[in-house]
C-alpha cells in the first residue's frame, strides 16, 4: 500500500519508530498523526495514495513527489498504477529528486508528466528527459529559466512562502510556485498580472 508521508519514519509526526516501508498497514492506519500537532488535530491518520487522490477529486492536480530511502523498488510502479486506476494521468504530475524513478514513470506511461526536483547546482538538469524542473530558490536564474525555455520544459520554485519571494519568482517567469501559503500565492500571482507593461518594467 502507498501511503502519502514525507518521512522515512513517523517519529517527527507521531513520534513513534515505525519505517513506513518497514510497517504493516494496520500500524499505519492506526498511528495518530495529528496529537503531535496539539489536542485538536487528535486522530488524524495517514492517507493512501488512493483515498488522496479520490478526495482531491477533480478540484486539485495532484503533484505525487517519490521518496526513496533505499527499500522501494515498486514504488515508481505502484504509484503510476494508481494514478491509471483512479483516471488523473492527464491531470497530476510526478517528481522527484531520484531521476531513475522518474525514468521508470517514463516507461510506464509516457502520457504521465514528470518533474525532476533540483536542489543543488550540479550539471546540466535541462539535459534530462522530464517535463518541467523544480528547483529551490536558490537556484532560480535568469539563465536557467532561458535554458528550459530553450528545451520547451516549464519551471517550478519551492519552497517560498513570503509574498516579496512571490513577487521575485513572478518577475523570474516561473510557470509553478510551491508554497504553504496558496492564498498568498494566488493574490500575488493576480496582481501581478494586472499589471501594465510600464509597471513590469518598472519590476
Known amino acids: 500500500t502507498v501511503f502519502v508521508v514525507h518521512d522515512r519514519d ?24 495529528g496529537v503531535v500537532r496539539g489536542e485538536e488535530f487528535a486522530g488524524e491518520r495517514l492517507a493512501t495514495l488512493d483515498e488522496f487522490i479520490d478526495e482531491a477529486g477533480d478540484r486539485i492536480a495532484l503533484s505525487i513527489e517519490l521518496k526513496y530511502y533505499g527499500d522501494e523498488p515498486r514504488l515508481a510502479e505502484q504509484v503510476v498504477r494508481a494514478v491509471e486506476n483512479k483516471g488523473v494521468v492527464e491531470s497530476c504530475s510526478i517528481i522527484s529528486l531520484e531521476y531513475p524513478g522518474l525514468e521508470q514513470v517514463r516507461e510506464l506511461n509516457p502520457r504521465i ?78 496582481e501581478f498580472h494586472q499589471l501594465g507593461h510600464i509597471e513590469l518594467l518598472v519590476l
Open 10 to 33: 513517523l517519529r517527527r509526526i507521531a513520534r513513534l519508530p515505525l519505517v513506513v516501508s518497514r510497517t504493516a498497514d494496520r500500524e499505519l492506519r492506526d498511528a495518530d498523526i
Open 113 to 190: 508528466r514528470v518533474g525532476y526536483l533540483v536542489s543543488v547546482n550540479l550539471g546540466d538538469p535541462t539535459s534530462l528527459d522530464v517535463d518541467f524542473l523544480s528547483v529551490s530558490e536558490a537556484l532560480l536564474t535568469p539563465d536557467l529559466r532561458r535554458r528550459t525555455d530553450a528545451r520547451g520544459m516549464a519551471l517550478a520554485v519551492w519552497t517560498i512562502d513570503d509574498r516579496e519571494a512571490i513577487e521575485r519568482a513572478l518577475v523570474a517567469g516561473v510557470d509553478e510556485i510551491v508554497t504553504n501559503d496558496p492564498a498568498t500565492a494566488v493574490d500575488a500571482d493576480r
